[in-house]
């Protein structure tokens, strides 16, 4: 079945320092992929997403790309914030299903 | 908007007793899954509905677990009886998955969360 696998936690930091949080997939056909974050005491929330191949999602200085041939959706951004400080989950959801497909989570954790 | 609504936000009941798990959908999505959250098992699928209809429960983990969605603006997650094992984070999610989809182009239909419904059973 399709599944997805993140890197694992908790990922400590500096402030300002470069982030990149793992994430790959297996599933049949062309998923759209998504990186969302839940910070503490609220539910999940979309960060980015991409719909194809060598597509590039970015929001909030989070990029992540499609890439098909190593099945993999890495996370990343050029400097953190304490602010970021939260669980990030990669996802899958094929196109002619409702299915989630949910990685179990990277804690990240940015210290002052 | 306001988003996806649950409630209560949290809930403290003892061990037997009916515990009802409610949630107020995105208006016009017509999906809505319902999730369990734990630190040991992280995110699970419950069970998500199409347009009123369950779909897949698959992920209901005994018959002390029930769901129902009368109408399009409110379903209900119901554990009877509780027990402690059931102690989690529940959260409700929708999206909106258009007709034809598949002729129409990609559609992604990302989720949108509540903000969870924490439970602990003593």
């Known amino acids: 079945g399709d599944s997805v696998t993140q890197m694992e936690g908790p990922v400590t930091l500096s402030e300002e320092a470069f982030l990149t949080i793992n994430c790959t997939y297996t599933?049949?056909?062309?998923?759209?992929l998504f990186w969302y974050v839940q910070y503490p005491g609220e539910g999940l929330q979309l960060l980015l997403k991409?719909?194809?191949?060598?597509d590039k999602g970015s929001n909030k200085g989070f990029e992540a790309t499609y890439r098909k041939e190593t099945t993999s959706f890495h996370l990343e951004k050029g400097s953190v914030q304490v602010s970021d400080s939260a669980v990030y989950f990669c996802?899958?959801?094929?196109?002619?299903?409702?299915?989630?497909?949910f990685g179990p989570g990277t804690r990240l954790s940015v210290l002052p | 908007d306001a988003g996806v609504i649950q409630s209560p936000r949290h809930e403290v009941t003892e061990m037997g007793q009916e515990v009802t798990l409610r949630c107020k959908p995105i208006?016009?999505?017509?999906?809505l899954f319902w999730y369990r959250q734990t630190m040991m098992r992280g995110l699970e699928l419950l069970i998500y509905?199409?347009?009123?209809?369950?779909?897949?429960d698959s992920g209901m983990p005994e018959d002390r677990f029930s769901a129902k969605m009368p109408n399009a603006s409110f379903s209900t997650l119901k554990i009877q009886p509780s027990e402690p094992r059931d102690s989690a984070v529940y959260f409700c999610?929708?999206?909106?998955?258009?007709?034809?989809?598949?002729?129409?182009?990609?559609?992604?239909?990302?989720?949108?969360f509540g903000e969870g419904s924490r439970l602990t059973v003593l």
């Open positions: 599933a049949t056909g062309y998923p759209s």
């Open positions: 509905f199409n347009n009123n209809v369950p779909i897949d």
């Open positions: 996802a899958l959801k094929r196109n002619y299903g409702q299915n989630f497909v």
């Open positions: 991409a719909t194809k191949a060598d």
């Open positions: 208006s016009g999505h017509n999906s």
């Open positions: 999610a929708s999206s909106f998955k258009s007709r034809g989809s598949l002729l129409a182009g990609l559609n992604t239909g990302e989720l949108f």
